[in-house]
């Protein structure tokens, strides 16, 4: 009896964690592309999903600035490529890139690339330092 009920409680849990990481195809238009110049306005490092927070404009639209949420990856991830919580600061100007979010009001992307106006750069799994 002992076992069952572990048993459920672990499947419980576990199942729970499953649907916490979502497919980004289940979120995002993956085939569709958004581009947004702005200035960061918080980075938080964390799992499952990094988030970057960016005050700004759809590049070539016209409106007012809003706060955009990319989701990066995991900070595993962004530490194998030298990425810390200390790459992005608020104030930093960039410029990125990423898939819409299927629900527009909601002002998220899948974060696809970015360029900070100092020169550094990442680009879908590949950070760059120039």
Do not use: C
């Amino acid at each position: 009896m002992r076992k069952t009920a572990a048993m459920t409680v672990i499947a419980m849990l576990l199942g729970g964690a499953g649907q916490a990481h979502h497919s980004f195809g289940a979120v995002y238009l993956e085939s569709d592309s958004v581009e947004i110049d702005g200035t960061i306005v918080e980075f938080q490092y964390k799992n499952p999903h990094a988030w970057v927070h960016v005050r700004g404009a759809e590049r070539g639209g016209i409106g007012d600035q809003k706060v955009y949420a990319a989701e990066w990856v995991s900070t595993s991830q962004l530490e194998r490529q030298g990425i810390d919580k200390t790459t992005l600061k608020p104030g930093d100007n960039v410029r990125i890139w990423g898939s819409p979010s299927k629900n527009p009001s909601d002002n998220r992307m899948h974060l696809k690339r970015m360029e900070r106006s100092d020169g550094w750069e990442w680009r879908g799994g590949q950070g760059q330092t120039r």
